[in-house]
């Protein structure tokens, strides 16, 4: 059955924050949608998928990360296996002030 998991927060200049979501059947699509982010509503931020190291850092997966604007199509999408992984929103090196933003992952 598709879950889809839906975090929202803030990002402060030079930051990014992070959020784990567990993945329960191996070798099924996974994808990563920014659904807001402002102000302003314009604004490009990076978006990231990997596993959290043990000092808390979401350590993305090779190719696994892209900057985008908000939108319904997904930043990032492909198969993943069962476990645990994390995915963060971070400054993409244009904020000026704090941005806050909605991201769904889907996934099984």
């Known amino acids: 059955m598709q879950v889809t998991d839906n975090f929202t927060g803030s990002v402060t200049v ?3 924050d992070i959020h784990s979501f567990t993945v329960t059947t191996a070798g099924q699509p996974v994808s990563v949608t920014l ?10 931020m990076g978006v990231g998928v990997g ?11 090779s190719q696994a990360s ?20 994390c995915v963060a929103v971070f400054d993409a090196g244009n904020q000026t002030a704090s941005v806050d933003y909605a991201l769904t992952v889907s996934h099984y």
């Open 51 to 61: 596993q959290t190291t043990t000092d808390g850092v979401c350590s993305f997966f």
């Open 66 to 85: 892209v900057v985008t604007q908000a939108g319904a199509s997904p930043a990032l999408s492909g198969t993943i296996a069962a476990g645990t992984y």
């Open 14 to 16: 030079g930051a990014s």
């Open 35 to 44: 659904t807001a982010a402002g102000p302003p509503a314009t604004i490009f």
